[in-house]
């Protein structure tokens, strides 16, 4: 089906007699580009490569220049002062002959966002993920501003730390908006309208990872349960063994389609819900698409929304592009098709070959991201196509996993995702995580303080830190593993410049992953105002200081009461005496203190609130906050 060797070999040796032109050296980390958001009033390390010893000089349309020198392997960070909050800016990086121009920077606002699925979670219904938030289409619809710029880290897991991050920077408009991250969007949205600064949002998450996989191995030094999953992480870190391994893999894969007819299908396809429900491996998909006209010769761009897991794309028998490594599974898929790959073509012979190495697979987004985009408008291709299967993966090689054990080991998405970003003095973190550490509340207790002061000292000497509590969602569990992580998320709170957003009032007990997005964004942005720029507005729910008993009662009194409490329901509440047996308690409000009792217990010793994967949102401040769950000694009379 593919072009014959004797083709290929002809290709190769007409490059290899053709004169060689000096490549160029100079690069930077791929943080620092066009449309970039750059820390306000600030020093950023500028990193980059060049020329071994080469002189490297800085200059930024806003006054300040740096110089500075590579290094022996190629590698320069040059500090540069940043200007106040504005912009457009352009900045001229030169080291000897060669020169880059990085435009229509900005400067102000720069969070790093970071965590699971639900800081992962975009906008729009795109890549993997179903639905978008609520009202997406309304909200992107209204996104477009021109000082809101998302960065999105590519997701990397590995064993040592990374030369680079993968990810450009993005204005914000109806179209880049469905890919960003729902809750970074809010607090910036809000950021933006309260300071009218430009805001940026460097966005690391992974839906489904564990809290130690994010700090530094030196971050987990005092949690020895680590130190067999950190070892293992580096020995398989070798490159050249994970090389061969891929190499090795690939070269089984067939890249011709079967012998035989295909079979119709209708595209989009999830596995899951047709005959290869139960297969892994590979299937081929093919179609013909005819050009509109004036399309020949001119570049046109192939997309075909996300696909589960891997992808290798052919046009007219010749290899496009692929996406062919691990979690990459909901990650929309973009090629372009050069101009010479479509000159005197009326048509183009299309075929996708899917890999599903376990779990779903096949094309995972919806109908309308798959589409071929030309000059002057696009041509649908979801519908018909023709589907071959493929070889089963228990009948090729062992499928090459990242040979750190994937994104779930201590400290490889910090290594993959975070150490190129290292000293980047961003404004603050925002941090939505805890679904995959429960079960490990008393660990989660002192591994969170443990993040929060390895990244202060990755990132910078104080960086505000404003995190997330999990929803409410139904896991069906039989113990109280879930309340008891709640709990332990609070642990933060005893380091300065930390936050800790409540969201009884916006879980879905049947979606781990709740749609409404908006007041999560909205209270973590309120939290930012508060701790970076002193601003006083409500940033909490009301939060209990004291309980004191009287009688068989037992009375509480509350900080951050403003507007007073509001007890919507007299719901969740639970007294225990000396037995530690918890029951359901009475709550009335006497001014600003809670009154609890309950008639099963005749001397309270412990009150608590909310211990319940789906507890009610029962009380609140005057401004809306409500109030997070809490486990209380009683004083005695």
Known sequence: MFAPWSRRLAVVLGLLAAP?????????????????????????????????????????????????????????????????????????????????????????????????????????????????????????????????????????????????????????????????????????????????????????????????????????????????????????????????????????????????????????????TGPLAAFDGVAFYARSVQLPAGWSGQPLRLELGAIDDCDTVFVDQERLGGMETDGAWNTARQYVIPAARTTGAKALQLVVRVLDTGGEGGFAGPAEALRLVGPDGSVPLAGAWTRWRGPALADLPPWPRDPSGGPNRPSVLWHGMLAPLQSFPFTAAIWYQGEANVGRAEQYTRLMPALVADWRRAFGADLPFCSVQIAPYRYGRKDDAVAQLRLAQAAILALPRTGLVGTLDCGDADDIHPIDKAPVGQRLAAQVLATVFGKAVPVDGPRPVRASRSGASVRIEWVGAEGGLRLVAAAGFELAGADGVFHPAAAQLEGDALVLSAAAVSAPRHARYAHAEVPVAALRNGAGWPARPFLLEVLPQ
Request: hydrophobic share 45%; proline share 6%; glycine share 12%.
């Open 20 to 272: 060689v032109a000096q490549e160029p050296t100079l690069r930077l980390g791929r943080l620092f580009g066009d449309h970039m958001v750059l820390p306000e009033s600030s020093k950023v390390l500028v990193r980059g490569h060049g020329r071994p010893l080469a002189a490297v000089t800085l200059a930024g349309s806003w006054g300040s220049e740096a110089t500075g020198q590579v290094d022996a392997e190629g590698r320069f960070a040059v500090a540069l002062a940043t200007p106040k909050s504005g912009g457009p800016h352009e900045l001229v990086v030169t080291s000897g002959a060669e020169r880059l121009i990085l435009k229509d920077l900005r400067s102000g606002i720069v969070l790093l966002a970071s965590g699971q699925s639900n800081m992962e979670m975009p906008m729009g219904n795109r890549g993997g993920w179903q639905g978008g938030v609520r009202d997406w289409r309304r909200e992107v619809a209204a996104a477009a501003d021109a000082e809101l710029r998302f960065f999105t880290v590519a997701r990397v897991a590995q064993g040592r730390p990374a030369e680079d991050v993968d990810g450009e920077w993005s204005v914000s408009d109806a179209e880049t908006a469905k890919a960003f991250s729902a809750v970074a969007y809010y607090c910036a949205r809000e950021l933006r309208a309260a300071t009218g600064m430009p805001v940026g949002v460097v966005v690391a998450a992974w839906g489904g990872t564990v809290a130690e996989a994010w700090l530094r191995p030196t971050g987990l030094a005092a949690f020895p349960e680590f130190a067999d999953g950190l070892r293992t992480a580096a020995e398989g870190a070798d490159p050249a063994r994970g090389a061969a391994e891929r190499e090795r893999f690939w070269r089984a894969v067939p890249a011709t389609l079967p012998a035989g007819g295909g079979e119709p299908v209708t595209l989009p396809e999830r596995w899951s």
